[in-house]
């Protein structure tokens, strides 16, 4: 009865490099949300993605960051060219309808 | 105005306590409520959702006022494991915002 699971726990990354992100949804669900909690902030929405389908990418910074959700593997959050304002913990949740379920996040850290 | 909005914190109660947060949110057309918590910025975990009625678990009541567009939270006889972050949560379409989180700690 695994939950959501989401790896890599840590991730450090210099400036300019990629830091890919992955998230597994509960067992039956289908729906992925990606949040962002910047140091002493709140948690922001960023992406929710369906199987194959990006259904609202509204909290998307519009450069550098995509989201996927393929058929088959996990849901990958990608950051290309990282800077420092990018070191948050990234969350991501799935839903079976309403509440949503967090994984234990990903700390990105960039040097 | 923030979608969501709530108490600034810090909260410092002692053991015993009744203490209550208060969250206020914009769209009026949201339907789901729900209170999270989170601790030492670990992932957020369901507290309770919150229902039109107002509902109870526990030593934690939660109340929804749809006019003043209004959600609290109230937490009885606190305990020290109570401490943490306590996130208000409200829908939107495709997605849940949330508030910025107040910081209760509850003290010996």
């Known amino acids: 009865n695994a939950g959501v699971m989401q790896n890599p726990r840590h991730l450090v990354r210099r400036r300019g490099q990629e830091a890919r992100l992955r998230c597994s949804p509960m067992k039956g669900h289908s729906h992925v949300y990606w949040y962002r909690q910047l140091p002493e902030e709140g948690l922001k929405f960023m992406v929710y993605l369906q199987k194959e389908n990006i259904i609202d990418e509204s909290g998307m910074p519009k450069e550098r960051f995509s989201a996927e959700f393929p058929k088959e593997g996990p849901s990958i959050l990608r950051i290309q060219q990282v800077v420092r304002g990018d070191s948050a913990a990234y969350f991501c949740?799935?839903?079976?309808?309403?509440?949503?379920?967090f994984g234990e996040g990903s700390r990105l850290t960039v040097l | 105005r923030k979608e969501v909005e709530q108490d600034p914190g810090p909260f410092n109660v002692p053991e015993g306590a009744t203490v209550a947060f208060n969250c206020t949110y914009s769209n009026s057309a949201s339907q789901s409520f729900f209170w999270y918590r989170q601790d030492c910025r670990k992932e957020p975990k369901l507290l309770m959702s919150?229902?039109?009625s107002g509902n109870e678990d526990g030593r934690f009541t939660a109340q929804l006022n749809r006019a003043s567009q209004y959600i609290s939270l109230l937490i009885r006889d606190s305990k020290l494991s109570d401490s943490a972050t306590y996130l208000c949560?409200?829908?939107?379409?495709?997605?849940?915002?949330f508030g910025q989180g107040t910081e209760l700690s509850v003290k010996p």
């Open positions: 919150v229902y039109s």
């Open positions: 949560v409200v829908n939107a379409p495709r997605k849940l915002i």
């Open positions: 949740a799935s839903s079976p309808t309403g509440e949503l379920f």
